[in-house]
């Protein structure tokens, strides 16, 4: 299992709790991810929203793009998994960009591709937001510029939403052939779109029982395309963490009474907007991604072996959610990660001697 966790860009993830003390600060989200170099992390991704989803629309967030390149220019290990939604980005530009900031990197940007959901944040910044299937088909053309710039000298393209000629991007990424395509996807069009065009499969937050049947579902059907297998399976989770299961509970009771705000301005768009498999209630919209789905919550011990159980199931990246990060952050990495490593050897010695 690796471990990953989404940079503090909104000032928390806890709609019902006004202050997380997680300022939506560069200069906090370079202490996190420096730090979490330090304690283990292997992969931070970057949301893109111009609206506050969390906190409100009129509250700060940092924009994923240049944050990606200036963290590209102060860490040396962690792999930056930047959003990018295709009804916002010109794609020859984008290409160019994510080239650039792939050297800058040294290899270590990668993409989260999202097909979008919010509605007014499309009217209020201009981007392109068509019906839910028009938007997979205008992704599928976006991947096809990214990756023909990327590997092509030269390179042409006659789409419904894009047309290039002989379009030259030079430097080429570091990464070959090109840098690792994530993407999610409930939807049977979503699902088709990454099995084609994508490298790794991100999930919303689910339980074993169904993370397990996404995996099998999305290898399945990737064996039926010509393409290599998929690269990786990640979900979203929101992480408590507690010396006893009563503190944890107290701490999962805080975060999740339900405070009608404008924090929840985003929930019908996500809910209406996207073909998800799960219902969504509001108060798990409480925590971004269904993050409290996965229920990482109790103490080490029983988190620990909740991490192993999802990693029986095919998943080998976690990308986690935690407030206040950094405090926390710093609790899992001591706490659970060590303690998962000693119970898969202990596992393993039991399976060895029988």
Not at 23 to 45: D, H, I, R
Not at 233 to 251: L, N, P, Q
Not at 259 to 267: L, Q, R, T
């Amino acid at each position: 299992m690796k471990y990953g966790f989404w940079l503090p860009i909104f000032g928390g993830w806890l709609r019902n709790v006004e202050d997380e003390n997680m300022p939506a600060t560069y200069e906090y989200a370079e202490k996190v991810a420096k730090s979490a170099e330090e304690w283990g992390y292997s992969t931070t991704l970057i949301a893109e929203l111009y609206l506050n989803d969390i906190k409100g629309q009129k509250h700060d967030s940092l924009e994923a793009w240049t944050t990606a390149a200036a963290l590209a220019a102060v860490t040396d290990k962690l792999e930056i998994m930047t959003a990018i939604r295709p009804g916002f980005h010109n794609p020859a530009v984008a290409a160019k960009m994510a080239a650039s900031i792939d050297n800058l990197s040294k290899g270590r940007f990668t993409l989260n591709v999202v097909s979008a959901w919010w509605a007014e944040e499309a009217r209020q910044y201009g981007g392109v937001f068509t019906e839910h299937d028009e938007r997979y088909d205008r992704t599928r053309e976006f991947i096809d510029v990214l990756k023909g710039l990327w590997t092509e000298d030269s390179f042409s393209y006659h789409g419904d939403f894009y047309q290039l000629e002989e379009t030259k991007l030079f430097p080429k990424p570091v990464q070959r052939p090109n840098p690792i395509l994530y993407a999610g996807g409930e939807s049977e069009k979503g699902k088709s779109t990454i099995v084609d065009k994508c490298d790794a499969y991100v999930m919303h937050g689910g339980t074993v029982e169904e993370i397990q049947a996404k995996v099998a579902d999305m290898k399945s059907r990737r064996e039926q395309t010509n393409n290599p297998d998929l690269s990786s399976f990640g979900m979203a989770a929101y992480v408590i963490c507690r010396d006893t299961e009563e503190e944890a509970k107290e701490e999962l009771d805080r975060i999740t009474d339900v405070k009608e705000s404008d924090a929840y301005s985003g929930f019908k768009d996500f809910t209406s907007k996207s073909q998800l498999e799960q219902q969504i209630q509001l108060q798990d919209y409480s925590v971004s991604n269904r993050g409290l789905r996965p229920n990482l919550i109790g103490t080490p011990e029983q988190i620990a072996d909740k991490i192993l159980q999802y990693e029986n199931a095919g998943l080998d990246l976690l990308l986690l959610q935690f407030s206040p990060q950094l405090e926390e952050m710093e609790r899992f990495s001591k706490q659970v990660m060590p303690l998962v490593e000693e119970k898969r050897k202990t596992a393993e010695g039991v399976l060895s001697v029988e």
